[in-house]
């Protein structure tokens, strides 16, 4: 099993950036796809970002493209959310998600991860 925390979210006015951390311990996530996901008052949990094992490829939710750029640092054992132009209806938990994987392509489905971070809290004011 791998421990997900992350770190990096607040309460932000409509336009700013944040950027998000996810600090993996127990073991290399080098093994891994990523994802973000947030969940908002009274909505289900979605994928936000998420990125291959590598770090090659990565998706977007339409919502976020163009705005959110996922990286990771392996040898950090860390994965980042870079949140620019931040809009109220970002407002959500935002979890980071890990699974083991033996191909170097995404998972944009929240079913298929078995490993998840608390959560942090990001929100963003009008």
């Known amino acids: 099993q791998v421990q997900l925390v992350e770190s990096g979210g607040g309460l932000v006015q409509a336009g700013d950036s944040l950027r998000l951390s996810c600090a993996a311990s127990?073991?290399?996530?080098?093994?891994?796809?990523m994802g973000w996901f947030r969940q908002a008052p009274g909505k289900e949990r979605e994928s936000v970002a998420t990125i291959s094992r590598s770090g090659y490829n990565t998706y977007y939710v339409a919502s976020v493209k163009g705005r959110v750029t996922i990286s990771r640092d392996n040898a950090k054992n860390t994965v980042y959310l870079q949140m620019n132009s931040l809009k109220p209806e970002d407002t959500a938990v935002y979890f980071c998600?890990?699974?083991?994987?033996?191909?170097?392509?995404?998972?944009?489905?929240?079913?298929?991860?078995?490993?998840w971070g608390q959560g942090t809290q990001v929100t963003v004011s009008s």
């Open positions: 998600a890990a699974v083991y994987t033996s191909h170097d392509r995404t998972i944009n489905s929240k079913e298929f991860y078995g490993n």
């Open positions: 127990g073991r290399s996530i080098s093994n891994y796809a």
